[in-house]
């Protein structure tokens, strides 16, 4: 059974810290995504990553596929309150149906 | 309206009683999806419809009916469910079967509680 190991679980800065989350697998995906949920809500597609070593920006968010794919790091730059909300890694490893794996998520909560 | 739609946003059940869960997406996807997200535990895939056809059953107790009556709509008919079921219930589509190449579109949920 694949599984996807976050860390760390919770996480509670201050406004304008940088931070970064992990998320880790034993096994090697052909795609990884991640995905926000702020509370109530359902989760957010941010990014879709697939080449290995793959490095992707979204404003002051980067996103990192791990060579070997199975890893990936999101990193936030000068976080701010906005960025509040559990952090989902997903991956996808195939096969004849194939679905996403998700991950247990990293809460974080950025304090004014 | 766009996006997924789910209704009702919250629901307070007995143990005896039946229920429906209803999803709508108005993306053209084809793929829908069930998952049951419970405090500290990963998102649990449920059921997968593609093109209306159930393709995925992950071990889900038969108190959990779902109903695909055409690639719009979803639907979860609960009956005699347990107070462990209390949890929240998303549905998502995705444009591919598998959502590699874009992602899964969720709703917003329905926070379901069984007394």
């Known amino acids: 059974t694949q599984l996807l190991e976050q860390s760390p679980q919770f996480l509670s800065i201050q406004e304008g810290e940088n931070l970064t989350v992990y998320c880790n697998s034993s096994?090697?995906?052909?795609?990884l995504q991640w995905y926000r949920q702020e509370p109530g809500e359902g989760p957010v597609l941010l990014v879709t990553?697939?080449?290995?070593?793959e490095v992707k920006k979204l404003k002051r968010l980067t996103f990192q596929f791990g060579d070997a794919r199975k890893d990936s790091s999101l990193h936030i730059t000068a976080a701010q309150p906005g960025d509040t909300g559990l952090y989902l890694c997903a991956g996808y490893y195939g096969g004849s149906q194939g679905n996403l794996i998700f991950g247990k998520g990293t809460k974080l909560s950025v304090k004014p | 309206e766009t996006g997924v739609t789910q209704t009702p946003r919250h629901l307070v059940m007995g143990m005896t009683n039946k229920k429906s869960l209803k999803c709508e997406q108005h993306l053209g996807h084809n793929a829908m999806y069930w998952y049951k997200q419970s405090a500290k535990k990963p998102l649990e895939l449920m059921f997968v419809?593609?093109?209306?056809?159930?393709?995925e059953n992950n071990s889900v107790p038969s108190r959990f009916s779902p109903e695909c009556p055409n690639s719009s709509h979803l639907f979860l008919h609960l009956h005699t469910l347990q107070p462990e079921d209390s949890a929240l219930y998303l549905c998502?589509?995705?444009?591919?079967?598998?959502?590699?190449?874009?992602?899964?579109?969720f709703g917003s949920g329905t926070r379901l509680t069984v007394v």
């Open positions: 419809y593609n093109f209306k056809e159930q393709t």
């Open positions: 096994s090697v995906f052909s795609s």
């Open positions: 990553v697939v080449t290995g070593g």
């Open positions: 998502a589509s995705s444009q591919d079967w598998s959502g590699y190449n874009y992602g899964y579109t």
